[in-house]
RNA sequence: GGGAGGGUAGCGAAGUGGCUAAACGCGGCUGACUGUAACUCAGUUCCUUAACGGUUCGGCAGUUCGAAUCUGCCCCCUCCCA
């Protein structure tokens, strides 16, 4: 018989606060292990991170690992006879599964379209006949490129899968509007999620100890970029049993920390805060200031596979270092820079045209993009034990965007 | 010595009289990427320009209103037979 930690509990201790902000170091206490806060979670949608073993993600002190339900749903009744998604994935920490709500607008409205963070204006829905996911009432209809099958799910199926696949915190179902969504249709969608927000905490009572362990649910606040809906929605959800809530939206830049402290101020204080989707590294010191507590974000592995390597002074194309026998950060303690990989070194294997050259591209470089962010957030977690967030922040921004902030 | 096939932009390779500054691929250069339809995608790549314009398809000379494409000669490469 597995025995679980914590009890097989889910509980949440804020161990200390940024003074006179919304933000906190904490440590979130799940049936598979501890997870400090703040902490990123590395995404492994399919149950395992791109071209990064478990052991590497170990090594990179990576607390825990995100999967989604939409990509594992045909996969989610082999991961419950193999005890669990910790289990069956080899991962055997912290795990959270998305509820496959993003795929509500990366398969429909956003359908071939990016996920901007800055470009307001040039953002166009795609048209509702070319997309390949359609909402209603009920759920969601979509139709699923990869295997080609026509699905749906609604906030029932979304629990049963994830409750299936086992992580140890799930997500409501929610619908991800885009930039380009009217304030009409915002409105709209943000009725529908708060109706299966509480569609999702039925269903997942139903089987949330199916496989042994305690499975705990998160509510996703949406609203777009309105103050009143982002507020009127937090306060509902406050009033829900849920045990900590995701943060979630397709954001401009400049105004996350603002829609952050709306939804934050109106959150139960003593609950966690998963801030989705992002990671650069403003968004996670101002994510963390404003109140969120994790976060995740595909951007760190697929910005190293495309070509771009963060260091202490700002992101670099590794296109542009032929020849070049510097590290790709000399202050980084990432495996990949210890093991002494020059950028010259690291560009020719970019550059090959031999796949298993490519492959150790991606390997190397996601290592070090994961590491990146990750020592940020023990950073930021140690400036905020040690009463100087503010200064790391400020000193941390002014050297990866010197021209920015 | 005889026979056959070729020489197109950085490279490979289409094109075989006007719609061709010349498809496509690679390489090069820019730029994107944030709950992964993403080991991806979008530009750009003869010279010059804000636009215009200029010079090209081994070389030279022709035919033609018009040639990378047709003709003649020359140079070079590959293969086969002696």
Known sequence: MTTYKNDNKFSFEIIKEIPGKLGRAGIIHTPHGDIHTPAFMCVGTNGQVRFVSMEELKSVNAQAMLSNGYHLRNTSYEIAENGGLAAWSGWDGPTLTD?????????????????????????????????????????????????????????????QIQCRIGAD?????????????????????????????????????????????????????????????RRSTSKKFAQMEFDGYGLGGAFLKESLGEILRWCCEEL???????????????????????????????????????????????????????????????TCDCPTCKAGWTRGQLRALYKSQKLEDKHQYNNLTSIHNLRFIIRLTEEAREAILNGNFEEYKKEFLKNYYPNKY
Not at 119 to 140: I, S, Y
Not at 286 to 292: C, D, K, N, P, R
Request: aromatic share 8%; proline share 4%; net charge negative.
């Open 268 to 330: 139960p204080k003593n609950k966690p805060r998963h801030l989705l989707g992002l990671s650069h590294p403003d968004d996670i010191l101002i994510g963390t200031e404003m109140g969120a507590d994790t976060f995740d974000c595909v951007a760190p592995t697929r910005e190293a596979r495309h070509g771009k390597l963060y260091t202490k002074y700002g992101p670099i194309a590794i296109s542009k270092f032929a020849d070049s026998d510097e590290l790709i950060d000399n």
């Open 99 to 159: 509820s496959g709500g993003f795929q509500v607008m990366s398969l429909g409205s956003g359908l071939g379209k990016v996920v901007s963070m800055d470009r307001e204006k040039e953002v166009v829905n795609t048209d509702p006949q070319d997309r390949l996911a359609h909402v209603c009432e009920d759920g969601v209809y979509f139709h699923d490129p990869f295997t080609d099958q026509d699905d749906f799910i609604g906030p029932e199926e979304s629990m």
């Open 169 to 229: 915190i799930h997500m409501a179902y929610d619908e991800l509007t885009s930039l380009a969504d009217s304030y009409e249709y915002n409105v709209e969608a943000l009725a529908r999620t708060e109706r299966w927000a509480i569609r999702s905490i039925e269903e997942h009572k139903k089987h949330c100890d199916d496989l042994g362990y305690h499975q705990s649910l998160y509510g996703v606040i949406q609203g777009g970029r309105w103050e009143d809906l």
